[in-house]
């Protein structure tokens, strides 16, 4: 069924990409080891929260295997991931808990400053820089240089800016973007060499922001993080001797929401649980699903997430050679 829907929508998903640094590898990757937030995490979240968040009513959870997405079905870097081990039930793992795998992801992450949990238990959710922090000390300081890892951070930073009252000019996209390009410095250091960095999507679209009237605060604030992020990538100092891919969400978001047919999908500004991510009251009914472009405030559906994948593997030349069938 996913093949099927990546020959519906992958000619749409080349997408504007740009690579930084040198070719890409053109055999598939060791390994895929990804950090950041609800958009990637496929557990961590969900084991902190004894298997009570996001709740088994509104998202796609599998309490025997400790697995718990914040979407109604698989996320984009397991259907990427299912492409090097598509023998293996659950191809991408939580790094947290057993069975332990190599995603680092937590959702509500932010890229500096980790985030206390008070409910519906105590706990912390590390930062994008603190999931990198972990992952060296887990290696040794050695990072794999034929793993591909996949950093995408920053949108829970710039919401929290827009939520708190500020807008472009007053949040500091420039020293995010700047942090979260050290981390890629020091996978380097480590010995990482291929980087996935998709670009973030724009909040000022988000249901979580349209629902508070808050879009206008948010008008351009993502587009000058991705413009810092990809200005920061390219320096010498770190673009010299590794590979980052960029697939370009913020466009795919934007061609799917000012596309006369919105690409098939029903809804496209509101979702299907509400009223905000992890904490839902109410959700769609089944029949219509399908057609939800979001499916919580601030995370996709698991038919965007697919384009998502199919963005990401038209991308990445290591992936393209894959039929899709």
């Not at 972990?134 to 890892?149: C, F, I, T």
């Not at 795919?252 to 904490?279: E, I, K, M, W, Y």
Request: charged share 15%; proline share 6%; hydrophobic share 40%.
């Amino acid at each position: 069924m996913f093949y099927k829907m990546l020959n519906a929508i992958v000619a749409f998903c080349l997408v504007a990409t740009l690579v930084i640094g040198g070719s890409a590898m053109a055999t598939p990757y060791t390994k895929i080891i990804v950090f950041g937030d609800g958009l990637t995490d496929v557990g961590n979240y969900y084991r902190a929260t004894n298997q009570q968040v996001p709740q088994q009513e509104f998202y796609f959870v599998d309490p025997t295997n400790n697995l718990g997405r914040f979407s109604n079905d698989t996320l984009w870097v397991e259907q990427l991931a299912a492409l090097y081990n598509p023998k293996a039930a659950h191809p991408l793992l939580p790094n947290t808990g057993k069975p332990a795998g190599t995603d680092y992801a937590w959702a509500y992450a932010m890229i500096q400053g980790d985030v206390a949990i008070t409910s519906p238990n105590s706990f912390t959710v590390p930062s994008v820089h603190n999931q990198v922090q972990q992952y060296l000390a887990d290696v040794g300081n050695k990072a794999d240089p034929n793993a591909l890892y996949v950093i995408w951070a920053g949108m829970n930073d710039l919401i929290s800016g827009v939520e708190h009252g500020h807008s472009a000019g007053t949040i500091p996209t420039a020293a995010l973007a700047q942090h979260l390009v050290n981390l890629v410095g020091q996978l380097k250091k480590a010995g990482a060499q291929n980087f996935e960095m998709p670009t973030v999507p724009d909040i000022a679209y988000l249901p979580e922001i349209t629902s508070q009237n808050l879009a206008a605060k948010a008008k351009d604030v993502v587009k000058d993080f991705n413009k810092s992020v990809t200005a920061d990538l390219a320096a010498a100092s770190i673009s010299k001797g590794i590979t980052v891919i960029r697939p370009d969400i913020f466009y795919l978001q934007r061609s799917v929401l000012q596309s006369s047919n919105h690409l098939n999908f029903n809804d496209v500004t509101g979702s299907c649980v509400t009223p905000a991510a992890g904490q839902p009251t109410t959700r769609c009914d089944s029949s219509v699903e399908s057609g939800f472009f979001y499916w919580d405030g601030r995370n996709f559906s698991s038919f965007a997430s697919s384009m998502l994948a199919a963005s990401v593997i038209t991308a990445t030349p290591a992936v393209r050679t894959i039929p899709f069938e």
